[in-house]
C-alpha cells in the first residue's frame, strides 16, 4: 500500500514557551488596561501607562525578527504547533482536559 514517511518538529524550549508568555501578557495587559508592567506583572504601582505608538514598538521589540534569538516569531510556531500535534498524539479525543489517550493510559498503568 502506502509508504509511512516520518516528520519532525523541532521541540519547543522552555525558553520558547517563555517568550511566547511574555509576548502575550504583554498584548492583553495592553488591551485590557492600556498599561504595561516591564518587570514585575504582581505590582501594579510598576506599571506604565502606554500610547498606541509605544505599545507597537514594544511589540515589535518583543516579536523580534527571524532567525534572532530572543525573538518570537519562529517560537510562537514551536509551542502552538508542538501542542497541537501532542495533543492530537497524546490525548484522549473524548476528553475536555488534557488525560492520556486510554491506550496510552492503559500502557502506562501496565508498567507501574
Same mark, same amino acid.
Given at each position: 500500500?502506502? *509508504?509511512?514517511? %516520518?516528520?519532525?518538529?523541532?521541540?519547543?524550549?522552555?525558553?520558547?514557551?517563555?517568550?511566547?508568555?511574555?509576548?502575550?501578557?504583554?498584548?492583553e495587559e495592553f488591551v485590557e488596561y492600556g498599561t504595561h508592567t516591564p518587570e514585575n506583572d504582581e505590582f501594579e504601582e510598576e506599571s506604565i501607562d502606554l500610547d498606541e505608538e509605544a505599545f507597537?514598538? *514594544?511589540?515589535? %521589540?518583543?516579536?523580534?525578527?527571524?532567525?534572532?534569538?530572543?525573538?518570537?516569531?519562529?517560537?510562537?510556531?514551536?509551542?502552538?504547533?508542538?501542542?497541537?500535534?501532542?495533543?492530537?498524539?497524546?490525548?484522549?479525543p473524548s476528553s475536555d482536559v488534557l488525560e492520556w489517550k486510554p491506550e496510552i493510559a492503559k500502557q502506562l498503568a501496565a508498567t507501574e
Amino acid at each position: 500500500m502506502g *509508504k509511512t514517511i %516520518e516528520m519532525k518538529m523541532a521541540k519547543a524550549s522552555k525558553e520558547d514557551i517563555e517568550r511566547c508568555i511574555k509576548f502575550f501578557q504583554f498584548i492583553e495587559e495592553f488591551v485590557e488596561y492600556g498599561t504595561h508592567t516591564p518587570e514585575n506583572d504582581e505590582f501594579e504601582e510598576e506599571s506604565i501607562d502606554l500610547d498606541e505608538e509605544a505599545f507597537v514598538e *514594544k511589540l515589535r %521589540e518583543l516579536w523580534g525578527g527571524r532567525f534572532k534569538a530572543a525573538a518570537v516569531d519562529c517560537a510562537w510556531t514551536r509551542v502552538v504547533m508542538g501542542c497541537d500535534i501532542l495533543i492530537d498524539n497524546c490525548c484522549d479525543p473524548s476528553s475536555d482536559v488534557l488525560e492520556w489517550k486510554p491506550e496510552i493510559a492503559k500502557q502506562l498503568a501496565a508498567t507501574e
